[in-house]
């Protein structure tokens, strides 16, 4: 049983910094894709930014590229979102997810088989 738990969210000013944590358990995920998603009422959910424990490649979505920067801990199966410079339009509920690694890593919220029970990150102007 796969279970991706996050931590971290909150509220914050805009210009402020939030660190959102994704531990996972089950198995090993050296062969598993990491992304973090988030989602506002109403709308899709959004790719944010993923993580390959393969080789450790990182991949960011335009919105928040310079902004937020993804992370992993191999020892703590633990993946990070340090996310700076926020801005009111980041506010949503982050998800973490997982899904095993093919050639090309994916931002199709779709592919991903695990979820976690998501974090709120409200924003502020």
């Known amino acids: 049983q796969v279970l991706l738990v996050e931590t971290g969210g909150g509220l914050v000013q805009a210009g402020g910094s939030l660190r959102l944590s994704c531990a996972a358990s089950?198995?090993?995920?050296?062969?598993?894709?990491m992304a973090w998603f988030r989602q506002v009422p109403g709308k899709e959910r959004e790719f944010v930014a993923g993580?390959?424990?393969?080789?450790?490649?990182?991949y960011d979505a335009d919105s928040v590229k310079g902004r937020f920067t993804i992370s992993a801990d191999n020892a703590k199966d633990t993946v990070y979102l340090q996310m700076n410079s926020l801005k009111p339009e980041d506010t949503a509920v982050y998800y973490c997810?997982?899904?095993?690694?093919?050639?090309?890593?994916?931002?199709?919220?779709?592919?991903?088989?695990?979820w976690g029970q998501g974090t709120q990150v409200t924003v502020s102007s």
């Open positions: 997810a997982a899904k095993r690694a093919y050639f090309q890593f994916s931002r199709d919220y779709g592919l991903y088989t695990y």
């Open positions: 993580f390959r424990w393969a080789g450790g490649s990182t």
């Open positions: 089950g198995r090993a995920f050296s062969s598993y894709d």
